[in-house]
């Protein structure tokens, strides 16, 4: 079992940064894989970006390549995900996941799900 507690979501304004984190607890953090996935109002919950357990490997979606950077501290348990120039269309719920086995960008093969930290970012 893994527990994930998402942090570091607010109201920013366009043309901000913002940096999530992601704590985790209980099994072995350095085992698995974490993705950091967002959903808006209406929409269904989508890929942002994820880390292999070494953070070695990085994958972003096309929404947030070039102004976002996942990184991972095994140390402390926790991932981070940073996003620059932010829009509107930024808005969203985002939640942290952890999995196991293998990298994906398909939510619904991870195990583990933290609650969500809201960003909000006004034009």
């Known amino acids: 079992q893994v527990q994930l507690v998402e942090s570091g979501g607010g109201l920013v304004q366009a043309g901000g940064s913002t940096r999530l984190s992601c704590a985790a607890s209980?099994?072995?953090?350095?085992?698995?894989?974490i993705g950091w996935f967002r959903q808006a109002p209406g929409k269904e919950r989508e890929f942002v970006a994820m880390?292999?357990?070494?953070?070695?490997?990085?994958t972003y979606a096309d929404s947030v390549k070039g102004r976002a950077t996942i990184s991972r501290d095994n140390a402390r348990n926790t991932v981070y995900l940073q996003i620059n120039s932010l829009k509107p269309e930024d808005t969203a719920v985002y939640y942290c996941?952890?999995?196991?086995?293998?990298?994906?960008?398909?939510?619904?093969?991870?195990?583990?799900w933290g609650r969500g930290t809201q960003v909000t970012v006004s034009s």
């Open positions: 880390i292999s357990w070494s953070g070695s490997t990085t």
């Open positions: 209980g099994r072995t953090f350095t085992s698995y894989v």
């Open positions: 996941a952890a999995r196991r086995l293998g990298q994906t960008t398909l939510p619904d093969l991870y195990d583990y």
